[in-house]
């Protein structure tokens, strides 16, 4: 694609160079050739993608540096999201992959109803009944379970399992091992003998569209409802998410993290690294989980008179600023002289 096209597609200004050059697709600074495109944030990044042998970067409005060693001979785009931009261009000038259709190895079962542009590979297998939407691929090894509806433009890893009456949306990519739709945790106790009986586990998995869910991550269907991941939620590897939660649009889950069942998380939450979440939580929009924090069952977490992008840490999770008050106050108070612990 030619910058120019990019432009008319992601926007920015062309600030210097031929909105005709080429590029073919995107690179690191120190490898990136005639027909790549780099980007920079700041002055100091800037000042080495200036002087780098790319054909253009992609920077902030004012870090333009005419005195740079070659900047008159590279093309610069400015934008006030660079990387944004070119996040979305590298997603724009990635080669497609190629339609391979299905291969003589993959087992499909009866009725299975495939869109244009499919692709099943080898030793996959796809349940009676299963829908799947144009231009998705079906990786080595995958179970789809029957009467599995999978939409548009999706892409599932090797050896992902899809348990019977899953919903994926468009564009939705689930990476290896990740199971979706699994039976929930829930189990009943006969309190004379202490024997558990399975509570029913038949309810739906949803998952809406543009979500990508990591290697080895699980979600659990409903148990009587449905379990609903929302539009654009983001999943780190060996994530996992019990029956009945209900995740909100453009969440982040990173590694580790645990979200018992029956619990909400809002749009535009991020769940930072091995955060634990207990049953019937409520994360509010927007909170931010730091890395092992931890909610208790039954709380809700929210933003409510809090600044905007204020951290919750520790466990019971609570604001940062209050997180490191408390730890400030522990650690005077350990260095105070024992007589005066005894009020001597």
């Not at 691929?137 to 892409?155: K, L, M, S, W």
């Amino acid at each position: 694609m030619t910058l120019e096209q990019l432009m008319e597609i992601l926007g920015g200004q062309l600030a210097q160079g031929d909105p005709r050059r080429e590029i073919r697709a995107v690179n690191a600074v120190a490898q990136a050739g005639a027909e790549d495109l780099v980007f920079a944030e700041d002055a100091a990044a800037a000042a080495e993608a200036l002087d780098c042998a790319a054909g253009a970067v992609v920077l902030k409005a004012g870090l333009l540096m005419a005195d740079s060693g070659r900047a008159a001979s590279i093309a610069v785009v400015e934008d006030r999201q660079p990387r944004l931009w070119f996040a979305r261009a590298a997603k724009l000038l990635a080669p497609p992959l190629p339609v391979e259709g299905v291969h003589p190895a993959a087992v499909l079962g009866a009725g299975v109803e495939l869109g244009a542009g499919v692709t099943i590979a080898a030793c996959a297998v796809v349940g009676a009944g299963a829908a799947i939407g144009a231009g998705t691929r079906i990786e080595a090894g995958a179970v789809v379970g029957a009467g599995v509806r999978i939409g548009e433009n999706c892409r599932i890893y090797p050896r992902v399992v899809i348990y019977p009456g899953a919903t994926l949306g468009h564009r939705v990519v689930v990476h290896a091992g990740a199971v979706l739709g699994a039976d929930g945790f829930g189990y009943v106790r006969d309190a004379a003998t202490g024997v558990y009986t399975q509570f029913p586990q038949q309810g739906a998995l949803v998952v809406e569209d543009d979500v990508e869910i990591g290697a080895n991550t699980t979600i659990d269907r409903g148990a009587l409802a449905e379990t609903r991941i929302r539009r654009g939620v983001k999943f780190d590897n060996l994530v996992h998410v019990g029956h009945n939660c209900d995740l909100g649009e453009d969440a982040i889950l990173v590694a580790l993290t645990g979200v018992s069942g029956s619990s909400t998380i809002g749009r535009g939450a991020v769940l930072a690294g091995q955060v634990g979440i207990g049953d019937h939580v409520r994360v509010g929009p927007g909170v931010i989980l730091g890395g092992q924090a931890g909610v208790f069952s039954g709380k809700s977490v929210t933003n409510d008179g809090l600044k905007p992008g204020t951290v919750h840490w520790g466990t019971p999770a609570r604001p940062l600023p209050q997180v490191l008050r408390e730890q400030a106050t522990l650690a005077r108070l350990a260095k105070r002289p024992k007589g005066r612990e005894r009020g001597a």
